[in-house]
């Protein structure tokens, strides 16, 4: 199949008839589904069960976090660095868990960070327990005190997802 601006999509093809109670066809039905769309169920599916397994197994929570990071990376795309932040005992800072792409330097920067209702987007979304999803890091007031270093490390935009 191809849309509109001429990008070929691969699909499942699928069609069967509608028949009467004489079995006479009087109509079909034809499914598309897109085909990568698909893949990426089955591989979202293929992680949860990889991630169950390591927790069966007793990896460590450490090397299930960065199993998933890169999962979510390779799902994602080269453009997708991804990381897990964990809330501290005290239940006011973040610490980092899981970030095997994210840069060193930014990982000790935000390590310790104290939530807050305007803290960039994992320390909102933890204070405020929902999504945070920030599309300009340059704009947004929530990015104010960690502008500089967000874009000193490539990072344009920016969503959290409390758990």
């Known amino acids: 199949m ?3 601006d001429g990008t070929i999509i ?3 093809f699928s069609a069967s008839p509608i028949k009467d109670e004489d079995q006479k066809i009087l109509g079909g039905i034809v499914t598309l589904v897109d085909s990568d769309s698909r893949d990426r169920t089955d591989r979202i599916l293929q992680c949860h069960n990889e991630v ?3 927790i ?4 460590s929570l450490p090397d299930i976090l960065e199993n998933l990071c890169l999962e979510i990376e390779q799902h994602f795309g080269a453009e997708v660095l991804a990381a897990i932040l964990l ?7 973040l610490r980092h868990g899981a970030g095997p ?3 060193e330097s930014y990982k000790q ?3 310790g960070l104290a939530i807050g209702p305007t803290v960039g987007a994992c320390g ?3 204070y405020l327990k929902q999504p945070v999803i920030i599309s300009d890091i340059s704009t947004h007031p929530n990015w104010a005190q960690f502008r500089d270093l967000a874009e000193s490390h490539g990072l344009r935009a920016c969503w959290s997802m409390p758990i």
């Open 124 to 126: 909102a979304a933890a």
């Open 101 to 103: 792409s994210v840069p």
């Open 52 to 54: 169950l397994e390591q």
């Open 87 to 93: 809330l501290d005992e005290d239940g006011c800072h």
């Open 109 to 111: 920067a935000i390590d």
């Open 10 to 12: 691969p699909v499942l």
């Open 56 to 59: 069966i197994n007793d990896h």
């Open 2 to 4: 191809e849309k509109h």
